[in-house]
Nanobody
Framework: QVPLVESGGGLVQPGGSLRLSCAAS????????MAWYRQAPEKQRELVAR???????IIADSVKGRFTTFIDNTNNTVHLQMNSLKPEDTATYFC?????????WGKGTLVTVAS
């Protein structure tokens, strides 16, 4: 069983919104710091947001005020709500724990922001 599966990406126009989802099947995932990462073409993967004790914390200055993250405890899903999207948000988004565990990296979900 794949520990973490991301979904919800797609093509969106600048200024638009998307909600990404991460279905977690790891045991006791609520005891981890769940996190969102992204990797743009030809750039290093970066930490975007982390959930500390149930409260989402946005890490990347570039998305503060636009992105939020939260856990849906009813179905073990972590969400990343992205508003006011910009072309520079184009990347493949991954969920993992923080610090990340290699065995938890999934395929990610591609977000493309373009008009």
């Amino acid at each position: 069983q794949v520990p973490l599966v991301e979904s919800g990406g797609g093509l969106v126009q600048p200024g638009g919104s998307l909600r990404l989802s991460c279905a977690a099947s790891i045991s006791n995932f609520r005891y981890f710091h769940m996190a969102w990462y992204r990797q743009a073409p030809e750039k290093q993967r970066e930490l975007v947001a982390r959930i500390d004790l149930g409260t989402g914390t946005i890490i990347a200055d570039s998305v503060k005020g636009r992105f939020t993250t939260f856990i849906d405890n009813t179905n073990n899903t972590v969400h990343l709500q992205m508003n006011s999207l910009k072309p520079e948000d184009t990347a493949t988004y991954f969920c993992n724990i923080d610090p990340p565990r290699n065995s938890y990296w999934g395929k990610g979900t591609l977000v493309t922001v373009a008009s």
